[in-house]
């Protein structure tokens, strides 16, 4: 795929934005159903020409509400001795913990384990199914030499009979949670699948809802991302909130680059990267890749060029983005809940 060209986009910018008031945190140990559990992640970034109208602190609070909304797990009160309540930095902190995720994961095994339930759908069925669907294509199109937006003139195959192309993808799944998106994907027609997540009853709820939903070709592994043990490349990987929730943590701006440092080693080249948000923009999550490209043209510009060009190439490009998800106006702008961004591993 080296020397194929994307053209510029074409299609107007939408940006996401902040909703109402997300509901509290489930207080008990009550049950909920599968469908209380499937509340979508609506963290909106209120953006305008000038860029954004709302403060970076403003913006986590936001995120870390609608994540502990969409996971719908225990309560803050359950990690606090000091505090009835905790504040929106409480939560932001919490929600960057590894120990509020092992706790969470754990009640969800055991609900799992005496009442069947499968867990929250991550952002929401309907984001996951596009999201699934939307990667099928891209990576179809990219399989026959068709790049998004790249014009050629030879017409690309039917997506039904481009499924033979599917197989020969490996993926990885990076905080893969209950891996109900490595479940979808596999519907889709990929079969090499590989999920991972730091948190052990992640990686044990996600292993018994495989087992019991027929997809024990599903590899399942604990490992932290930002310190990760593996050592294959994957043509495709995917990102649904992780990064969302490493930028929750006290040091998340830090835990961010780590992110980049890690994943442009597990992304193969001509791979892609498929990156599913709440909390930013398409252009937010392109410009924090152009900005670990240039730290990295800058700390080992040697390594990075192409050896037929001797130019010097960013690891990561921008590729395409899920345009089709429901928008609407507020204050002027249009806008989206959630954003899909893929990138190409140079």
């Known amino acids: ?52 109208t709302l403060d970076d602190e403003q913006r986590h609070a936001d995120a870390a509400e609608a994540l502990s909304s969409a ?20 939560m932001t902190s ?3 913990l590894q120990s509020y995720w092992d706790a969470a994961y754990a009640d969800e095994l ?13 952002f929401g069925a309907d984001v996951m199914d596009t999201v699934t669907s939307w990667t099928k294509s891209l990576c179809i199109d990219i399989a026959q030499g ?19 192309y599917l197989p020969s993808w490996s993926v990885l799944d990076i905080g893969t949670g209950n891996g109900l998106l490595l479940q979808e994907l596999a519907k889709q027609g990929f079969t090499d699948l590989t999920g991972t997540d730091y948190s052990e009853g992640a990686v ?3 292993r018994s809802l495989a087992d019991r939903d027929g997809f024990s070709n599903i590899k399942l ?4 991302i930002l310190d990760t043990k593996l050592e294959r490349r994957f043509q495709l990987v995917m990102d649904k909130g992780t990064l969302d929730a490493i930028g929750l943590h006290p040091d998340g701006p830090i835990k961010r680059m780590m992110y980049w440092d890690s994943v442009s080693k597990l992304v193969a080249p001509g791979g892609v990267l498929v990156i599913t948000s709440c909390n930013h923009t398409k252009d937010e999550l392109v410009q924090e890749v152009e900005n670990f490209n240039q730290r990295c043209i800058a700390q080992e510009p040697n390594t990075l060029k192409d050896q037929e060009t001797h130019t010097v190439l960013p690891p990561f490009q921008y ?22 961004v893929a990138f190409l591993r140079n």
């Not at 194929?4 to 934005?17: C, G, K, M, V």
């Not at 996971?71 to 409480?90: P, T, V, W």
């Not at 068709?146 to 033979?164: C, I, M, S, W, Y």
């Not at 592994?221 to 932290?224: F, H, K, N, P, Y």
């Open 204 to 206: 044990d709820l996600a």
């Open 146 to 164: 068709h790049l998004p937006n790249h014009a050629d003139e030879a017409k690309p195959e039917p997506v039904e009979q481009g499924d033979k």
């Open 221 to 224: 592994l604990v490992d932290d």
């Open 94 to 96: 919490m929600l960057g």
């Open 71 to 90: 996971a719908n797990f225990r309560a803050a009160s359950d990690y606090s001795s000091d505090k009835d309540e905790q504040d929106a930095d409480g």
């Open 1 to 52: 795929m080296a020397g194929i060209r994307l053209a510029p986009e074409d299609s107007p910018e939408i940006t996401q934005q902040h909703p109402p008031q997300q509901q509290q945190l489930q207080t008990g140990r009550e049950v909920a159903s599968d469908d209380e559990r499937s509340v979508a992640a609506d963290s909106w970034s209120i953006k305008s020409d000038y860029g954004s």
């Open 110 to 122: 055991t609900n799992f384990r005496e009442h069947g339930h499968s867990g929250e759908i991550w």
């Open 319 to 340: 590729l395409n983005h899920v345009r089709t998800y429901p928008t609407f106006m507020f204050g002027g702008s249009v806008g989206s809940r959630v954003a899909t």
